[in-house]
């Protein structure tokens, strides 16, 4: 594999993590042996972390960059088209993440997630291509000619340690609910978890058995099915988006109070109202109206490019009427502003 070597690296703050919220080296003598015991450990280390890091579990999306601020660790986002992440721990030197602003959404904030495990299970500096990150297909699988996937101890325990952060079993339920849902029943409803929880499908899918929420032989029937092919039933009739690897997502009066988060190119879909009782930002242009789609035929919205960050309230006056919170912009780029706790 070409190594790509990045200067100058962000200079960050030296960490002391001797009393970081973990449980060490994952295994025996550092060994993990199996997947099962990769989960085993990382779930407690997640566990822990959550609490250490003050991550609120009753929303239904953990917010990642927010953690990885309060662990005292710069995160800084930059186009890299060959790796998805750094972590860089060397001695007398400073410690951070650098994670790739050109990957979809749900596989940056699998792969911060990711190096912040390397950093809360005290591993080395770790160069993250697509042989040590699993997000099944968001982008084009690294290393290419087929080379097969490289899982070493370090590697599969902070995979591991990403799902379980990412997606610890109250978030998945206060997700769920928003669905009228107790656990998926289709590829579907996976998929619109996804968008909900901010991770990818793949990852997402490949979650649900060890919450108990899917069996091994429903996941991997639905992760046979593409995203694009969902992400079409839920704006068919209307001219599909230059970008299927942005997201769609289906808003209603269950998501009132909760922030819905979009980017440039993401959709939002309205069902059963028209586009006369949809009052929106000028930043969400209607681009349509669905015909024959899996919900009742409605409005759809498109983010339009974003130069910088913006919040608006989108109101549907049908029915009773609701409102949600929309926070939207461009993938980031350079050093994400600290969030820190005040202990």
Do not use: C
Request: charged share 25%; no cysteine; hydrophobic share 40%.
């Amino acid at each position: 594999m070409k190594v790509v070597v990045l200067r100058p690296v962000p200079t960050v703050p030296e960490v002391d993590t001797r009393d970081a919220p973990v449980v060490g080296r994952i295994g025996g003598r550092g060994r993990m042996g199996s997947w099962q015991q990769a989960n085993k450990v990382a779930n407690v280390a997640a566990a822990r972390a959550h609490g250490a890091l003050e991550v609120d579990l009753s929303a239904p999306r953990v917010d990642v960059e927010a953690a990885v601020g309060r662990a005292d660790l710069d995160l800084f986002w930059r186009p890299m088209p060959r790796l998805f992440g750094l972590y860089v721990s060397e001695p007398d030197a400073a410690v951070g993440i650098l994670v790739n602003s050109g990957l979809p959404r749900g596989a940056r904030r699998h792969t911060v997630a990711h190096e912040l495990g390397h950093h809360l299970l005290r591993h080395s500096t770790t160069v993250d291509d697509g042989s040590t990150i699993d997000i099944g297909g968001a982008v084009d699988p690294l290393p290419e000619n087929g080379a097969p996937r490289r899982w070493t101890d370090q590697e599969m325990g902070a995979e591991a340690f990403a799902a379980w952060f990412l997606m610890p079993r109250r978030v998945v339920a206060a997700a769920l609910r928003l669905l009228s849902r107790d656990r998926p029943e289709s590829a579907l409803d996976v998929y619109r978890l996804s968008v909900i929880l901010g991770t990818s499908y793949a990852t997402t899918l490949r979650h649900l058995p060890n919450l108990k929420l899917a069996s091994p032989r429903d996941t991997n029937a639905w992760l046979k099915v593409p995203p694009g092919r969902l992400k079409a039933r839920l704006d068919r009739g209307v001219e599909p988006p230059a970008d299927r690897r942005r997201d769609v997502l289906v808003v209603g009066a269950p998501l009132s109070g909760v922030p819905v988060h979009a980017e440039t190119g993401d959709r939002l879909v309205i069902p059963g109202v028209t586009p006369s009782q949809v009052h929106a930002p000028e930043w969400l242009a209607v681009a349509g109206t669905t015909a024959g789609a899996y919900f009742a035929d409605g409005v759809v919205l498109d983010v339009v490019d974003l130069a910088e960050p913006h919040t608006g309230l989108l109101t549907v006056e049908a029915g009773a009427g609701w409102t949600l919170a929309v926070e939207a912009g461009p993938q980031p780029v350079g050093r994400q502003p600290r969030t820190r706790s005040d202990r």
